[in-house]
T-cell receptor, first 112, second 116 residues
Framework: QKEVEQNSGPLSVPEGAIASLNCTYSDRGSQSFFWYRQYSGKSPELIMSIYSNGDKEDGRFTAQLNKASQYVSLLIRDSQPSDSATYLCAVNVGTSYDKVIFGPGTSLSVIP | NAGVTQTPKFQVLKTGQSMTLQCAQDMNHNSMYWYRQDPGMGLRLIYYSASEGTTDKGEVPNGYNVSRLNKREFSLRLESAAPSQTSVYFC???????????????FGEGSWLTVV
């Protein structure tokens, strides 16, 4: 079982809708959680990071973390066609802040 | 700003050949990584180096070796390439350092490796 799981895609939403991306992780010692976006043929780039339980908002993006449930999510409001990409959840492993592993990714398509 | 630079960008190898992927970062980062990406598998950690002089295994280290040559450079070597190692390889780095967590990981542009 992979240590970081994401909801299977592809996920399709109409333009202007809310896209919801989910991630679960197995290591209870994890402290750092990240969402990366990757366009086809490109390298991943950071969207948001979150370390404390609750919500963190940045523009149209909201990350939610629940350590008790070992769950982290990303909401994209007012989805745009330019948001069409693969979204990767990443988590540090236990007490090793430097060891960061990724989930399999969820492909999102925003339909105009 | 060069950021993370990896070479070569494309390579075709025959089964059993060896090669080294080179990576360098100019951001004075402590931690460096090698990931591989296969369709539907996301990024899988091969090896990482938390600081100059240290290396540790990731999720899929078999068939690979690494060298942290200095603070800037982190190379990945395939001693005897196999078709299963056909993948896109990403080098990455982050500020890291003792007690630091949650820093952004910056990626190189990727190296497309095909083993035939």
């Amino acid at each position: 079982q992979k240590e970081v799981e994401q909801n299977s895609g592809p996920l399709s939403v109409p333009e202007g809708a809310i896209a919801s991306l989910n991630c679960t992780y197995s290591d209870r010692g994890s402290q750092s959680f990240f969402w990366y976006r990757q366009y086809s043929g490109k390298s991943p780039e950071l969207i948001m990071s979150i370390y404390s339980n609750g919500d963190k908002e940045d523009g149209r993006f909201t990350a939610q973390l629940n350590k008790a449930s070992q769950y982290v999510s990303l909401l994209i409001r007012d989805s745009q066609p330019s948001d069409s990409a693969t979204y990767l959840c990443a988590v540090n492993v236990g007490t090793s802040y430097d060891k960061v592993i990724f989930g399999p990714g969820t492909s999102l398509s925003v339909i105009p | 700003n060069a950021g993370v630079t990896q070479t070569p960008k494309f390579q075709v190898l025959k089964t059993g050949q060896s090669m080294t992927l080179q990576c360098a970062q100019d951001m004075n980062h402590n931690s460096m990584y090698w990931y591989r990406q296969d369709p539907g598998m996301g990024l899988r950690l091969i090896y990482y180096s938390a600081s100059e002089g240290t290396t540790d295994k990731g999720e899929v280290p078999n068939g690979y070796n690494v060298s942290r040559l200095n603070k800037r450079e982190f190379s990945l070597r395939l001693e005897s390439a196999a078709p299963s190692q056909t993948s896109v390889y990403f080098c990455a780095s982050t500020e890291g350092g003792s007690g630091r967590y949650g820093n952004t990981i910056y990626f190189g542009e990727g190296s497309w490796l095909t083993v035939v």
